[in-house]
């Protein structure tokens, strides 16, 4: 099983270039499958999700011709079924989103209901809440939601809690409905707008996309389009935090700092020096951080995906913080892991007490999920002596050549598949 090795200790220094956004990229490749013309994607992440989007899609039909490692041509005029595969869902829950663009396409489509997953129970009930009121019937059978619709129709739907999930499946099915369509209380991160702008660019009539409100005018059919995938905001924001934690200075290339403005607040608030470029950002730290309060909400807040990069932190930082995680149920765990390095908290319910300590001593930790991953990698770098993180298959799944990354900013770490291989980089092993 490979596992990234790491020798903490050195500031990182230095530009590190950031790849597309993953969870942007997953609802536009579904997407693409709404059109029997041929579309261009460029700026793809090269991450495990992608791929395996790109297989599910495969799978039913769609043809998928690789231009580069991160532009793909996608031509869905052959598509052989609407059912996706279970071995696809369990990879990845996002597969799910082809269930809202066969629908708007096909007005069928077959999906197997994703299960929990390590963050907590991710119930999809909003998305089939949002497919009944366009008229479709959904049913689960055998494991599989079945949903389908002689004609899709426009509608008024308010969503009970702000899914990101929901939004962007709803709005495709909704972009080739009968008539107008208004999703109330939806989410507003810089995914749901870049899938809305791709749809947009495929002939789609969204209109609100970012805010609260979305209206959607539907049409009959979209069109090819040639689009370029957004920076992965959660990709930069856990590079600046690694600048934060091992004390360096980092120019983050190719952001959209809009994007970064909760993170970059909380690393000032925290004591490091943020400085904002047209399109990157320089993230400093000298000395000891300073703990605070964070608590994680939809965007524009502080987003859920970088609370272990923050909690980590923090666990270096002076005083006591407070971490209240309000999206997910199970967001915690790499707290436990980060306890065999050093540090300390403990956790209520929704809210992690952490007691900042002045240093990690490295050890053997195991990847719970991918962001928590990228933390206790992030922990590794900052701690004295060897850290070897496991199951770093959470962590390919969303950062493409993390480790390679790290290098370029003067990161000790590999990538290994046996502790054994560890002698060869003289890294003595915990
Ligand atoms: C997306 O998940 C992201 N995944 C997650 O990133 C991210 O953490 C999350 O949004 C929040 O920003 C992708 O985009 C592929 P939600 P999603 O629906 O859409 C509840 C990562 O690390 N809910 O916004 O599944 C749900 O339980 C991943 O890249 C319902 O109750 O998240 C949660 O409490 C991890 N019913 C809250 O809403 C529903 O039908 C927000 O979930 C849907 C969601």
Request: charged fraction near 25%.
């Amino acid at each position: 099983m490979e596992q990234f090795i790491i020798r903490g200790g050195n500031p990182l220094a230095g530009e590190v270039e950031i790849s597309g956004a993953k969870n942007a990229a997953l609802g536009i490749l579904a997407a693409s499958v709404m059109t029997e013309d041929t579309v261009l994607i460029t700026n793809l992440p090269d991450v495990r999700d992608i791929n395996v989007m790109l297989e599910a899609m495969t799978e039913i039909g769609v043809k998928v011709e690789r231009i580069t490692r991160h532009d793909v041509m996608i031509t869905s005029s052959r598509i052989s079924d609407v059912s996706i595969d279970y071995e696809f869902i369990k990879k990845i829950r996002a597969s799910y989103y082809l269930l809202g663009a066969l629908l708007g396409r096909f007005k069928k489509a077959e999906v197997p209901l994703p299960g929990g997953c390590d963050i907590g129970s991710r119930p999809i009930d909003l998305h089939l809440k949002g497919f009944k009121a366009l008229g479709a019937t959904v049913n689960i059978r055998n494991g599989s939601i079945c949903a389908e619709a002689d004609q899709l129709r426009g509608c008024h739907i308010y969503l009970d809690t702000v899914s990101v999930g929901a939004t962007i499946n709803i709005m495709m099915a909704a972009s080739m409905a009968e008539g107008r369509t208004i999703i109330e209380n939806c989410a507003r991160e810089p995914h749901v707008v870049d899938v809305a702008n791709f749809l947009n660019s495929m002939g789609a009539n969204i209109r609100g996309a970012g805010t609260d409100v979305i209206r959607i005018r539907g049409v009959e059919k979209l069109h090819s389009t040639e689009y370029s995938i957004i920076p992965d905001q959660i990709e930069a924001g856990t590079f600046m935090f690694a600048a934060a934690v091992t004390r360096g200075d980092v120019m983050v290339r190719n952001v959209i700092p809009k994007h970064l403005e909760a993170t970059s607040a909380k690393l000032i608030e925290i004591g490091c020096q943020v400085e904002e470029f047209d399109s990157a950002v320089r993230v400093a730290a000298t000395g000891r951080l300073t703990g605070t309060n964070v608590k994680t909400l939809p965007y524009p807040g502080y987003p859920t995906d970088m609370q272990p990069q923050i909690g980590v932190a923090l666990s270096l930082a002076t005083g006591t913080s407070i971490v209240t995680e309000s999206i997910f149920e199970n967001r915690f765990k790499y707290l436990d892991e980060l306890a065999r390095m050093g540090g300390i908290a403990k956790v209520e319910g929704n809210t992690a007490i952490i007691t900042g300590v002045e240093g990690f001593t490295g050890a053997r930790v195991s990847a719970p999920d991918l962001r928590a991953g990228a933390a206790l990698v992030i922990a590794g770098l900052a701690a004295e002596g060897i850290t070897i993180v496991d199951d770093i298959r959470y962590i390919q799944r969303g950062y493409e050549a993390f480790d390679e990354k790290l290098r370029s900013l003067g990161a000790e770490i590999r990538l290994i598949d046996s502790v054994r291989e560890a002698q060869k980089f003289n890294f003595r092993v915990v």
